[in-house]
């Protein structure tokens, strides 16, 4: 018996004053990684806003199945870093999220847990505005890390990170997923698409198309490159 899906998506048409791609109806399930590809504009980021709640959809509905408090955790392309807080204190803000204000000893763990598993242990008390972008990066991945949501939108969290870093923040990351969470990022890296997606959702030629990571691959006119 499959399990009731986390995301669902009934002929959802997104866009502002006029949609930006056809109807899209599709299932997201536990445990799933699925990485939004196409051109700038095309409509990736408006799909994870919509998602979100922050968009009206056009037509259509999107019904989300977790926790109403937490259960959905979201990463801006801008981050929405608190500039002059700590490190620690924007990490805290997501391991508050779910907890009651009370249980100070259980916030802290999960903003030690979340620094360490991104590599940021030794910024803690360091303001985030002398952080570098990429570090900024890592910190919002944290919060998330520390909320323990049952979905993360990521809207390109990967980029201005090395391999090095990108790996050590997918790892960090993928635990949650073991657990039963599910991830859905913007990607424009091919590399990242093959190494940690299960699955695509790629918009092309005002078309939207739902594939596995293998499909895509194969798929892809480039071969597996950025459409």
């Known amino acids: 018996m499959v399990a009731n899906p986390i995301l669902s998506l ?10 930006l791609a056809e109807p899209i109806s599709l299932e997201v399930q536990n445990g799933e990684v699925i990485a939004i590809l196409g051109i700038s504009g095309i409509g990736k980021t408006t799909l994870l806003r919509t998602i979100a709640g922050l ?9 989300l199945r977790v926790d ?11 981050l929405g870093l608190v500039r002059h807080a700590s490190v620690a204190n924007n990490v805290g803000l997501g391991a508050g999220v779910r907890l009651e204000w009370t249980m100070f000893s259980e916030r802290r763990k999960r903003i030690e847990e979340a620094l360490k598993a991104v590599g940021l242990t030794e910024k ?14 890592r910190v919002a991945t944290a919060r998330t890390l520390a ?20 790996s050590a923040v997918m790892e960090a990351v993928l635990p949650l997923v073991t657990q ?4 859905i990022m913007v990607e424009h890296n091919p590399k990242h698409v093959i190494q940690y997606a299960s699955r695509v959702w790629w918009f ?13 691959e194969k798929f892809s006119p480039t071969g597996g490159e950025e459409a």
């Open 10 to 19: 009934s002929n959802l048409v997104i866009g502002y004053n006029e949609p």
């Open 124 to 137: 803690a008390s360091e303001p985030v505005r002398r952080l570098s972008g990429g570090q900024k990066r």
């Open 68 to 78: 109403k408090k937490g259960g959905l955790g979201y990463i801006p392309q801008n």
């Open 204 to 216: 092309h030629d005002e078309t939207f198309t739902d594939l596995s990571a293998e499909e895509w």
């Open 180 to 183: 039963g969470s599910s991830l």
């Open 55 to 63: 968009v009206p959809p056009i037509e259509g509905s999107c019904r």
């Open 147 to 166: 909320q323990r949501p049952q979905l993360i939108l990521a809207d390109e969290f990967l980029s201005e990170l090395d391999e090095g870093n990108a």
